[in-house]
């Protein structure tokens, strides 16, 4: 696995193994960099790998930069956001 570096310390990765078993079929990212471009990746498409160094090596198609990702699993997949509770 090729390792990079953090691009800034204030950015923050997820450590550990990816839990494919947790019930999300998808992960949200966002750029931190141009701060208005998202994506939703498949679980399944990305590597073996942890989520520091899949995180590192993620790039924006909008403005470029590389590993300047914010990324987080999709709720929305297993939580129903417009039930009402109660």
């Known amino acids: 696995m090729p390792w990079r570096r953090k691009p800034a310390r204030h950015l923050r990765y997820w450590t550990g193994p ?16 141009c701060q208005h471009h998202n994506a939703r990746l498949r679980l ?19 403005c470029g930069k590389v590993g300047w990702v914010d990324t987080r699993v999709d709720w929305g997949e297993v939580i129903d956001f417009a039930k009402r509770v109660g």
């Open 44 to 62: 399944a498409d990305l590597p073996d790998w942890d989520w520091y160094d899949i995180s590192a090596h993620l790039k924006c198609t909008a």
């Open 18 to 33: 990816v839990d494919r078993n947790a019930g999300f079929k998808t992960v949200l990212v966002f750029c931190v960099g």
